[in-house]
């Protein structure tokens, strides 16, 4: 079973900078898709980036030029670098891995996997 685990989340002002990471078990085509999503409290899980096997990217329109997407595959782990944090950004973020090709890149259909989350807050 392929697992996710995520860390860097945390509290931090308006303005502020994070950067997450997660490290995955496998490094093989059934994590070859990877990617961040997020939940807000009262709100639905949404899409914030995708990084596909061939390094192509994908953003949500509400994170573009401020959150950046990478990985370190010696390392086995996913980065989201997140500049300019607003309290619009908390958040618990997810990521996600998978393989299934078809869907859009901000949704979940291509995901088989899920890390736990870890908590952002930006505070104002």
């Known amino acids: 079973q392929v697992q996710l685990v995520e860390s860097g989340g945390g509290s931090v002002q308006a303005g502020g900078s994070l950067r997450l990471s997660c490290v995955r078990s496998?490094?093989?085509?059934?994590?070859?898709?990877m990617g961040w999503f997020r939940q807000a409290p009262g709100k639905g899980r949404e899409g914030v980036a995708k990084?596909?096997?061939?390094?192509?990217?994908t953003y949500a329109d509400f994170v573009k030029g401020r959150f950046t997407i990478s990985k370190d595959n010696a390392k086995n782990t996913l980065y989201l670098q997140m500049n300019s944090l607003k309290p619009e950004d908390t958040a618990m973020y997810y990521c996600?891995?998978?393989?299934?090709?078809?869907?859009?890149?901000?949704?979940?259909?291509?995901?088989?996997?899920w890390g736990q989350g870890t908590r952002v807050t930006v505070s104002s």
């Open positions: 996600a891995a998978g393989w299934n090709r078809g869907f859009a890149s901000l949704t979940d259909g291509w995901v088989n996997y």
């Open positions: 496998e490094n093989n085509f059934r994590t070859r898709d």
């Open positions: 990084l596909r096997s061939d390094g192509t990217t």
